[in-house]
């Protein structure tokens, strides 16, 4: 497997699901949830984040000796790059959807 190719590839998948999302009228918020059981740190969520929000987290370390991943500031869009990336599968990710939005404000 080359590296610099799966980049690529996790790059381009940034670029169709930013652009998807987009053209779908998607809603900015979003959330994720990291099972700190199998998060192993590996960092590969932050690095296809394309809203950069995604930090191993300094201040805590999980049993098997890892920093978790975790969401540093607002700004999740809920486009699920983070979860398609995760060679554990430890992320579930939360969209708001615009029904729902306009549900809580009705």
Do not use: W
Not at 29 to 34: A, F, N, Q, S
Not at 81 to 100: H, N, S
């Amino acid at each position: 497997m080359d590296n610099k190719n799966e980049i690529n590839k996790s790059t381009d998948l940034v670029e169709i699901v930013g652009i998807q999302l987009k053209e779908a009228g998607m809603p900015v918020k979003g959330r994720i949830d990291v099972d700190d059981v199998y998060c192993k740190g590996c960092e590969l969520c932050a690095s296809v984040c394309p809203q950069k929000v995604i930090h191993m987290a300094p201040d805590r370390i999980t049993a098997k000796g890892f920093h978790p991943a975790e969401l540093m500031k607002e700004g999740c869009t809920g486009c699920g790059v983070c979860a398609v990336m995760c060679p554990e599968a430890a992320i579930t990710v939360y969209r708001e959807t615009q029904a729902a939005r306009a549900a809580a404000g009705a």
